[in-house]
């Protein structure tokens, strides 16, 4: 089993920063893409930024500029700076990785969410 474990949420003012992290921890063979999406209330979830094993990235049009998404592929974590935070950005925002077990099986992981609120 695989658990995504994220942390660095809170509430920031406007124009402020926050980075979130997620560790990925137990039977793992390797990480392919990784990447955090948020849930704004009553919104569908959405993509904010991917990252590939070779640190190729994707971002939402509304972060670009503003949030830079790395990862450490020896500490299997991924992170997300964001910047120049904005009210809109405020959301439940969830890590995800493609993850092949040690039984090379490929799955699809999610964190247990972390919430930003951006608001003075």
């Known amino acids: 089993q695989v658990q995504l474990v994220e942390s660095g949420g809170g509430l920031v003012q406007p124009g402020g920063s926050l980075r979130l992290s997620c560790a990925a921890s137990?039977?793992?063979?390797?990480?392919?893409?990784m990447g955090w999406y948020r849930q704004a209330p009553g919104k569908q979830r959405e993509l904010v930024a991917t990252?590939?094993?070779?640190?190729?990235?994707n971002y939402e049009d509304s972060v670009k500029g503003r949030f830079t998404i790395s990862r450490d592929n020896a500490k299997n974590t991924v992170y997300l700076q964001m910047n120049s935070l904005k009210p809109e950005d405020t959301a439940v925002y969830y890590c995800?990785?493609?993850?092949?077990?040690?039984?090379?099986?490929?799955?699809?992981?999610w964190g247990q969410g972390t919430q930003v609120t951006v608001s003075s």
């Open positions: 995800n990785a493609d993850v092949i077990g040690d039984d090379y099986v490929g799955s699809d992981y």
């Open positions: 137990g039977s793992i063979f390797s990480i392919n893409a």
């Open positions: 990252i590939t094993t070779g640190g190729s990235t």
